[in-house]
């Protein structure tokens, strides 16, 4: 789930933090620029595990702050296909089951990769296992927010994104409210996802933890009775033979 990424790059020191060694300034800065951001292709930045090597210090003509070329190690999350997590379901949609880990929002379980039969009740806003019973009948399983859930990752998918840029000239946002409230809208639409997990619960033992926690209690109640069964049997077996 967390991999270890070998990074390089320049890092810029501010004149304010000269007063601190140079491996804690640097250290600073790498945090700062990375923690919790998503690097294309390589994963959701974590915290800094080391630093393995520090280049000669410079100052540039008209920048008084100092320039380091590092090379370093982070910690990312970055989860391999088929990989097995325990999240926390977020919200659920007609396009699936958005789940979260708690420090990562961006998975999806979509719709095609539930349990079948699999519904979506619009009332309670979730999805519904329809689970099929011996006689025949369906018993309704819902995946409620909030409720933990544990899923398979199937995919990955990286995507660009790019500063959005600063509003348009006044001209332009003098073309009536109208126009404002589309422009507004298509940028919005424009927003992109940097980092994005895809997970699958089609499969026995995954899906809303309660669901097999329930069915081992069953199971296992089945078991005692069983053995209890047993018990009894050999007990009168015994009193015949005492008998005798």
Request: proline residues 5%.
């Amino acid at each position: 789930m967390f991999v270890l990424a070998e990074l390089k790059d320049n890092v810029r020191i501010a004149p304010d933090q000269f007063n601190l060694q140079l491996v804690d300034a640097v250290r600073d800065e790498i945090d700062r620029k990375l923690a919790n951001k998503v690097l294309l292709n390589v994963g959701l930045c974590i915290a800094l595990k080391e630093i393995v090597s520090l280049k000669d210090s410079i100052i540039l003509p008209g920048d008084g702050a100092s320039h380091t070329e590092v090379l370093f190690r982070y910690v990312v999350f970055r989860p391999m296909v088929g990989t097995v997590l325990t999240g926390k379901i977020r919200n659920c949609s007609r396009e699936g089951v958005h789940v979260t880990l708690g420090f990562f929002d961006d998975i999806l379980i979509p719709h095609a990769a539930l349990q079948h039969p699999s519904r979506f009740d619009e009332a309670e806003q979730a999805w519904v296992w329809e689970y099929p019973l011996e006689d025949g009948a369906k018993h309704d399983l819902f995946m409620d927010v909030g409720e933990p859930i544990k899923f398979r990752v199937s995919r990955e998918i990286f995507e660009e994104t790019s500063p959005i840029g600063p509003p348009k000239a006044e001209t332009q946002s003098q073309q009536g409210a109208s126009t404002s409230s589309a422009t507004a809208s298509t940028t919005s639409q424009e927003v992109k996802t940097p980092y994005k997990i895809i997970g699958a619960i089609n499969e026995s033992g995954l899906g809303v933890l309660s669901w097999w926690d329930q069915q081992g209690k069953e199971e296992d109640q089945e078991d005692e009775e069983g053995e209890d069964n047993i018990d009894y049997e050999n007990d009168e077996d015994g009193e015949g033979a005492c008998e005798e």
